[in-house]
T-cell receptor
Framework: DGGITQSPKYLFRKEGQNVTLSCEQN?????MYWYRQDPGQGLRLIYY???????QKGDIAEGYSVSREKKESFPLTVTSAQKNPTAFYLC??????????????FGPGTRLTVL | AQSVTQLDSQVPVFEEAPVELRCNYS??????LFWYVQYPNQGLQLLLK??????LVKGINGFEAEFNKSQTSFHLRKPSVHISDTAEYFC????????????FGTGTRLTIIP
């Protein structure tokens, strides 16, 4: 079955540590996205990529980094510079190279907790 | 830039009763509109979308929404809800051109009362 996988489902991190969240898709989509979800705040865009080896900052990129070395993979690193990283992280993808109006398909999410 | 307002953060409804979840948007250009559903501890799933054409859009699980340009609204409705509809619902908007990002509302938590 085609879809988006995120791992791990739950992740615990000590303060000061970097941590990488995995996102893989087998939908052959060109565009991929990372969102952060906090209670009562909806989804906020962290980074997006519309083609391999290229990505752009979203609304809340500070303290995060990404790479897009393969079409199928878009890992997100939460660095120690992110002051409040505890949140639910969602990865998404869409077919279209040209914009955001095509349907975005979401992964199951990773819940990150900083201890 | 576009913005979305979901007027109700929580909506309790009795089982088999109708429900309307409200969504208003702001934009200086024409838009595309979406409703997504999120079940507990899961990702989002598309319910329906308005791109063009008929202003009444039908989606999955018996939901429908009506695009009202004059009132800048895209309210979601279901004539008879079921326990399995308990979830969080997000409205989203994007401009209908270029590389515009998808902007999400803050969500409405729908709770079905048996």
């Amino acid at each position: 079955d085609g879809g988006i996988t995120q791992s791990p489902k739950y992740l615990f991190r000590k303060e000061g540590q970097n941590v990488t969240l995995s996102c893989e898709q087998n939908l052959n989509h060109d565009a991929m996205y990372w969102y952060r979800q906090d209670p009562g705040q909806g989804l906020r865009l962290i980074y997006y990529s519309q083609i391999v080896n290229d990505f752009q900052k979203g609304d809340i990129a500070e303290g995060y980094s990404v790479s897009r070395e393969k079409k199928e993979s878009f890992p997100l690193t939460v660095t120690s510079a992110q002051k409040n990283p505890t949140a639910f992280y969602l990865c998404a993808s869409s077919i279209d190279l040209a914009g955001f109006y095509n349907e975005q398909f979401f992964g199951p999410g990773t819940r990150l907790t900083v201890l | 830039a576009q913005s979305v307002t979901q007027l109700d953060s929580q909506v309790p409804v009795f089982e088999e009763a109708p429900v309307e979840l409200r969504c208003n948007y702001s934009s200086s250009v024409s838009v595309y509109l979406f409703w997504y559903v999120q079940y507990p501890n899961q990702g989002l799933q598309l319910l329906l979308k308005y791109l063009s054409g008929s202003t009444l859009v039908k989606g999955i699980n018996g939901f429908e929404a009506e695009f009202n340009k004059s009132q800048t609204s895209f309210h979601l409705r279901k004539p008879s809800v079921h326990i399995s509809d308990t979830a969080e619902y997000f409205c989203a908007v994007t401009a209908n051109f270029g590389n515009e990002k998808l902007t999400f509302g803050t969500g409405t938590r729908l709770t079905i009362i048996p």
